[in-house]
């Protein structure tokens, strides 16, 4: 199946820093998607890229989707302990978009 | 709107016990259904999904299955669990390939095997 893979896998940051997470496709993507999961919870989207270089901002989030649509970025502005969580990036197979690959995860843990 | 349920939140069970995990969805019809593990610290493995009532698709060959009775019913099950099984169980929903949304997550069920 379809590779996603993210980095770093953990990142401590202290309050106020920026942060980044990268997503690497090994395969070209349709769209992918930007999932949040808090401590203990369930994921939930974010927002879904589509288009070849695009960028997306929610407030200090911003997310970037490469030209060659193999790879993504998600970028937060002067973190906040409640940017704590774990965030994922999904991909579907192609464009089956009955089946959606979630990457490895970058666990974010910020620190007040 | 739609919500989706699942339960339990919480099962700790023994080696080579049996297992059932329903995932009930409300709000929409004839959703695409998803069953995912979560080992912990890890990313989301996707296990099964379907498109409809009885058609099942599954991504890794393993100790589980999964079946929809109904069109809104996912069930994921085990004959006999292992160690390995433990993990967060998240069943999720979406709109499919016509329709390219995104997931719904339900709460999830934390399955230790002991």
């Known amino acids: 199946g379809q590779q996603v893979m993210q980095i770093p896998q953990y990142q401590h940051v202290q309050e106020g820093e920026d942060f980044t997470t990268y997503c690497n496709s090994s395969?070209?993507?349709?769209?992918i998607q930007w999932y949040k999961q808090r401590p203990g919870g369930h994921p939930v989207f974010l927002i879904q890229l589509v288009k070849s270089g695009e960028v997306k901002k929610q407030k200090r989030l911003t997310f970037q989707f490469g030209e060659a649509k193999k790879n993504s970025s998600l970028h937060i502005t002067a973190t906040q302990t409640t940017d704590v969580g774990t965030y994922f990036c999904?991909?579907?197979?192609?464009?089956?978009?009955?089946?959606?690959?979630f990457g490895s995860g970058t666990k974010l843990n910020v620190k007040p | 709107s739609q919500t989706i349920h699942q339960w339990p939140a919480t099962l700790v069970q023994p080696v080579g016990s049996p297992l059932s995990l329903e995932c009930t969805v409300e709000g929409t019809s004839n959703p695409n259904l998803y069953w995912y593990r979560q080992a912990a610290g890890r990313g989301l493995q996707l296990l099964f999904y379907?498109?409809?009532?009885?058609?099942i698709s599954s991504e890794v060959p393993q100790n589980l299955s999964a079946s929809r009775p109904q069109d809104r019913q996912f069930i994921l099950s085990s004959k006999k669990l292992l160690l390995s099984d433990s993990g967060f169980y998240l069943c999720?929903?979406?709109?499919?390939?016509?329709?390219?949304?995104?997931?719904?997550f339900g709460q999830g069920t934390r399955l230790t095997v002991v």
């Open positions: 395969t070209t993507l349709s769209n």
């Open positions: 379907s498109v409809g009532i009885g058609q």
């Open positions: 999720a929903w979406g709109g499919g390939w016509d329709m390219n949304t995104e997931a719904f």
């Open positions: 999904a991909g579907p197979e192609g464009y089956n978009f009955n089946k959606f690959y």
